[in-house]
């Protein structure tokens, strides 16, 4: 596929530390706003895990879930999990956007071609690499998060776990099932997280470069930052649902202590082990369970990231540029 220089880098002129601080704080603006969504999206997940069609379903749909949720737990269960996320957040969108100029500017450096041409498989490469960072960094975050979202004192689905605070999860977590239970679940991590920073970023300043390319909105507007970003949320959301759907269920999974002492999951071995089970017993719509919050959550979450992660890297340029 032939290459094209971008219009502009937002991020090209900025350290990659700088980058990483800037992107965290986009990301934990983002999070606030889509939190809610992603605790009905991970109740829904885990609804009728390994059921059979017709079984009985506690949410009847998103709109559902998020009703009930307000009614029986009020904004302290629309917002469990906010603790961990805005900490995950910062170490994964951190590394996903402060890592990802670098990277891409390395991988062309490697194949022979300019650090500033944008193309298309380096783009990918370089997105899922620098997520794959921040999955790894963020596992137990991440993990935690999905436990307290998934908890609810009123209407339980899946495997519970309750914990007072996020230290509380973490060191219950250690002291049963030691570093071993911190990082349960990271291939799952590492999947959804490559997959959904493989098409994130590029498809982002692809939109954008040819929304400025070819006049139809100017460079370094909100409006091209929104509609780039709106096209980015949409391509992550179809990309990344069933490896999401396979990561929920591998951490609140029960765990087990096997033949050897280990202690293991009580359902799934890996998650492809997930997926497959998940597809044999509830069908291609189970991998799919919880699209509608999925979508209502990655879309804000997407466009607010990216587009508060230029304006932050906008306004920072600015006053560099005054100060020197």
Request: glycine share 10%; with cysteine.
């Amino acid at each position: 596929m032939s290459s094209s220089k971008p219009t502009s880098s937002s991020a090209g002129n900025i350290s990659t530390p700088v980058g990483f601080v800037l992107g965290g704080i986009a990301a934990c603006i983002a999070v606030t706003i889509s939190n809610p969504a992603e605790v009905i999206k991970t109740r829904l997940q885990l609804q009728g895990e390994l059921a059979k069609a017709g079984a009985v379903r506690v949410y009847q749909h998103a709109p559902d879930a998020f009703v009930k949720t307000w009614k029986n737990e009020g904004i302290r269960g629309l917002q469990r999990g906010l603790g961990p996320a805005y900490m995950y957040q910062i170490l994964l969108n951190g590394s996903r956007l402060g890592f990802y100029e670098p990277f891409r500017r390395g991988i062309n450096g490697l194949v022979g071609r300019s650090a500033e041409e944008q193309i298309p498989i380096t783009s990918v490469l370089a997105g899922a690499t620098s997520g794959a960072v921040g999955a790894s960094l963020g596992n137990p975050l991440f993990l935690i998060k999905a436990r307290m979202q998934a908890y609810s004192p009123a209407l339980p689905v899946g495997a519970q776990h309750h914990y007072k605070s996020s230290f509380d999860a973490l060191s219950t977590i250690f002291r049963a099932e030691g570093f071993r239970g911190l990082v349960r679940g990271i291939d799952a991590a590492i999947l959804r997280t490559s997959m959904g920073s493989s098409v994130q970023l590029p498809s982002y300043n692809f939109t954008k470069n040819q929304l400025v390319k070819r006049g139809i909105l100017p460079d370094n507007s909100a409006w091209t930052f929104l509609a780039s970003s709106t096209v980015s949320g949409a391509c992550v959301c179809v990309v990344m649902q069933p490896a999401d759907t396979a990561l929920t269920r591998m951490y609140n999974q029960p765990t087990i202590r096997n033949a050897e002492g280990k202690m293991v999951g009580a359902l799934y071995k890996n998650p492809f082990d997930c997926l497959w089970k998940t597809v044999k017993t509830e069908g291609v719509r189970g991998w799919y369970k919880g699209s509608t919050a999925h979508f209502l959550r990655i879309a804000p979450h997407t466009i607010v990231t990216l587009t508060a992660n230029d304006i932050i890297i906008n306004l920072y340029k600015k006053v560099r540029h005054r100060s020197s």
